[in-house]
């Protein structure tokens, strides 16, 4: 299942919400994540590392981009590319989905 294209600069709040069934452990500056579900696993950099720890935060998906963008100094392109491949590979191993967040008051 391929990404919608995602407008970062959008009004509408989406985030990426994780099966509650993902263990995650960090060595050094990288980190496993292992689905109990299927029992696959996925190994993360230090990028990919920062970028989970600021998706579990259930922040939107443009909030943890741009923290992700400052974080690592690169231009908008680039971390629009590398932010997007690795929530497409979460996706493709299960580890989550992209929804649109709760509004307060719901």
């Not at 696993?41 to 998706?55: C, D, R, V």
Request: negative net charge; charged residues 25%.
């Amino acid at each position: 299942m391929a990404i919608p294209p995602i407008d970062f600069y959008s009004s509408e709040a989406l985030q990426f919400k994780f099966s509650n069934k993902i263990m995650f452990r960090e060595l050094d500056e990288e980190s496993v994540l292992l689905n109990l579900n299927d029992e696959s696993y996925y190994t993360l950099n230090a990028s990919g590392t920062f970028l989970w720890k600021e998706l579990v935060q259930d922040q939107s998906l443009a909030n943890a981009f741009f923290k992700f963008k400052k974080h690592y100094q690169v231009e908008t392109e680039q971390a629009k590319c590398d932010f997007t491949e690795l929530l497409q590979r979460l996706l493709d191993k299960n580890f989550g989905k992209i929804e649109p967040m709760a509004v307060s008051g719901e």
